[in-house]
């Protein structure tokens, strides 16, 4: 057991917890069967559930950008470094689940470079979260969105996209210029999946061919900017509490389907009847 499965089953806190309490830690523990490390994977971890899923796939990397300056941030000791704090840690040993962690730490740890099967997840997305924060600390989350492919993934650090025009608050232009930490948060319902991705992000607006490339091939959409956003440290969530849901098109895709073979069946059965 590795990963977020002894995330789950080493998580017992006190020993007030009720045997209830217990039988939820051991739900989670099957609910959240981690990813496995491909031994073979020189670019960090990969995705390969214990049940044998895993994103097949080759991404369409584009290069770096040659004006892309390297961004400086604090030293970790490790990636997940990025999220647990020394506060967040603290809190951690004062609720019971410090133990698992600084395990985690050292046997896993969150990913740093975008291995192949991220890649094809994060690009196949319709949908995403960009958080950031302004000055004062205070956060703000804002929804991007597009058709499949409108998230590109430059190289195993960078992701970026074109800045689509929309209602022109520019929170988040403003909260980057101010502080360029941000970070991601992508979905896939269907498939119950998730992965938060931490880094900093910046906006190119003085680089069209940059912004052409990134947008998408007949989307009804202009962009005056780009958002240009690099990897500090990516981690996966287990599949527990997310809701099933399943976007329209795919939904009429199937029923049109299920549409087109019960008029085969029908017109066969129509043709068995005449015969008789």
Request: include cysteine; charged fraction near 30%; glycine fraction near 6%.
């Amino acid at each position: 057991m590795s990963g977020l499965a002894r995330r789950g089953a080493s998580y017992k806190g006190s020993a007030s917890r009720s045997a209830k309490e217990l039988r939820c830690t051991r739900a989670f523990s099957l609910c959240c069967e981690p990813p496995e490390i491909r031994e073979d994977d020189s670019r960090s971890r990969g995705i390969l559930f214990a049940d044998g899923r895993t994103y097949l796939g080759i991404s369409s990397a584009l290069p770096r950008s040659q004006k892309e300056p390297k961004m400086e941030s604090p030293v970790h000791a490790y990636p997940s470094d990025v999220a647990f704090t020394p506060t967040v840690k603290a809190m951690q040993t004062q609720l019971g689940s410090r133990e698992m962690y600084a395990r985690m730490e050292t046997q896993r740890g969150f990913g740093t470079d975008l291995t192949p099967d991220i890649e094809a997840f994060v690009e196949a997305q319709r949908s995403v979260f960009l958080a950031t924060a302004n000055s004062e600390g205070q956060p703000y989350i804002q929804h991007r969105g597009g058709p499949p492919g409108f998230l590109r993934v430059l190289d195993a650090r960078t992701i970026a996209f074109a800045d689509f025009i929309g209602n022109q608050q520019y929170i988040t232009l403003g909260n980057l210029t101010d502080n360029a930490k941000a970070y991601l948060f992508l979905i896939d319902y269907a498939r119950r999946r998730r992965v938060k991705i931490w880094g900093e992000a910046r906006v190119i607006d003085d680089d069209p061919a940059l912004i052409e490339r990134l947008m998408p091939p007949g989307y009804k959409a202009r962009a005056d900017r780009a958002i240009v956003f690099t990897v500090t440290a990516w981690d996966l969530n287990c599949p527990q509490h997310i809701p099933q849901r399943f976007e329209a098109a795919d939904v009429k895709a199937a029923l049109d389907e299920r549409d087109a073979r019960i008029r085969e069946l029908e017109e066969e059965v129509a043709r068995l009847r005449a015969q008789h």
